[in-house]
Each structure stands twice: as C-alpha cells, then as structure tokens.
C-alpha cells in the first residue's frame, strides 16, 4: 500500500469509527429519554401509543373504515346482537345541566340526540378518549352548523354541534376531558345549546340512556347495545330505550297504516298503540312512526 493509499484507509477507518461514535452517543443521550418515560405512569402512554401505531383508527375491529364524508356512513353494516360499550373513563360534554330537547321522533322530523342548555363561548369536552372524525360546517337550513364528530376507543361516535368555535382538526388523537369547541348557536338552531349525539356503528342511541346529565354522571359504567339478528345500521335504527334497536318508518305518501304495518312486520293495533293514533288518523308525508 503506498503513503497515499494508507492516509486514505486511515482516513476512512476514522470517518467509520466517528460515525459508530455518533450513534452510539445518540442511542446513548435517548436512553435515559426512555427510561424517564417508563418511570412516569408511561405504561397507560406507551399502550395508547402502540395502540395508535398498530391500529389507524379506534375501534378498528367494529368500524369498516375512517371517512370523513358523513355522520352516518355505516348504511349496510351488519349490527352485532351484542356488544358491551365500557363508558368509566368518561367525561361529561358540558357543565350545563338543563336539557331543551329530548331524543325521539319530532313532529316531522327525528331528533337524534339530546339538546342541553350552553351559553355561546362554553366549553365543551370530548366525552371520552378517541380521535376526531369530522369538523365541519353545516349550513343554517341543514343542520349541525359547526361540528365534531368523534370516535372513541369503546366504539362509540359523539357527535358536538351548533359551536361557535371548533377547537379540534381532523385526524387529532384526543382525550377525554380535551377541550374540544365552544358552544354557539350555529346551524339549524334557535338559542344557543348544544346538540349532542351518542351513536354505534351509526346507529343513534338516546344519550340519557348514557349520560345524566342533571347528576353530571354516566348512568351505568356498561352500556349493552343490543339488534335484532341479521340487522343493518340504517338512519332509521335508533335505540331508544334500554331494551335494543327501535325502529321507525318516515310516512311517504300515498303510505297506508296496513301498507306499513306489513312492510314493517307489525300489526296495526301495534302501530296504533305506539303511536297514540287510531285507525282513522291521516298520515302525513314526512311523520315519523315508531314501529317496534
Ligand atoms: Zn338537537
């Protein structure tokens, strides 16, 4: 090897051994990192950050995918018969305590959550831990006006609407408590208030059956949604009550109660009890039955 050659291997066996030196003071400099953050209670972290490396959305095994394109976008998604919904860990939206408008079918339209009284400019709170879905502005003749939609890791949607500020992006890991908007009166509303949807697999479900809100509590630590066999998630499936899925039928016209009664596999009687209505009432295009 000539003098040249020499000061070069040199040279490079230096450059070889700096470089090893480098990164073995980086792994060096981040391991103390690591060992502060398993001495912090980091377990509960580092679970919630493999699980977000492992898994691209929350609930992956329920959910068939992560679209930002609409509330309801499971039409056709077969319902499990059971599923068990963990709610410890929760945190109340608001503060307010006084509901304006209950869950059900309105006069021509269904109400599918639940409206508590908020002053513009309250804080409203993710409900439980999850990850922002949609942020959006519905126009004032639709709907939800400012809105965040979230899904949680027990399986369950929220949705916030009405805000007047969203404080959230989409695709954001957020944690029960987080601060998330600002109430308003945005969208389809008169008097500020919050209108606040707990859903399954699209499914609305009554939020008082989830949250009391007047004790500022959950009303159980489990909530048990349950379908009929065979069941799809459709805007028409609501869980009213804590027995399973209900179903309602949008009158359409030229709609009769016998045509509805056999569409739906109830009897007219049935139809009639559940509605408060007889035999001879008009149906109106547009009016809401409930029909199990
Ligand atoms: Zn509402």
């Not at 398993?38 to 995918?65: H, M």
């Not at 949680?152 to 404080?167: I, M, P, R």
């Not at 890991?173 to 209108?195: C, D, F, M, P, Q």
Request: hydrophobic share 35%.
């Amino acid at each position: 090897m000539s003098f040249t050659g020499m000061k070069i291997w040199l040279s490079a066996v230096a450059i070889l051994l700096s470089a090893n030196a480098f990164s073995q003071d980086l792994i060096a400099r981040q391991a103390p990192v690591d060992r502060k953050l398993k001495s912090v209670d980091s377990l509960l972290i580092q679970k919630q950050l493999k699980l977000e490396e492992t898994y691209p959305y929350p609930a992956f095994d329920l959910y068939p995918d992560w679209n930002k394109t609409s509330v309801h976008n499971y039409a056709g998604v077969k319902l499990p018969l059971e599923h068990q919904i963990d709610l410890t860990g929760f945190c109340m939206p608001t503060t307010n305590t006084r509901i304006t408008s209950k869950f059900g079918p309105r006069r021509r339209r269904m109400h599918n959550g639940i409206d508590v009284k908020v002053q513009v400019g309250d804080s409203i709170y993710a409900a439980f831990d999850g990850k922002v879905r949609i942020v959006r502005n519905q126009g004032r003749r639709v709907g939800y006006g400012l809105y965040v939609v979230i899904r949680h890791n027990n399986g369950l949607e929220t949705v916030y609407g009405h805000l007047s500020k969203q404080l959230v992006k989409e695709d954001d890991y957020v944690k029960a408590g987080e601060l998330i908007g600002l109430g308003g009166n945005t969208g389809r509303s008169t008097g500020s208030h919050l209108h606040f949807e707990t859903r399954f697999l699209g499914v609305a479900i009554n939020p008082a059956l989830i949250f009391d809100f007047t004790k500022q509590d959950i009303v159980a630590d489990n909530f048990t949604f349950r379908s009929r066999k065979g069941s799809t998630s459709s805007s028409t499936t609501l869980v009213a009550d804590g027995d399973g899925v209900i179903r309602y039928h949008k009158v359409r016209s030229g709609d009769t109660l016998s045509r509805i009664a056999s569409q739906r596999g109830v009897s007219i009687d049935t139809l009639c009890e559940l509605n408060r209505i007889t035999r001879k009432t008009i149906l109106r295009p547009g009016q809401v039955l409930r029909c199990s």
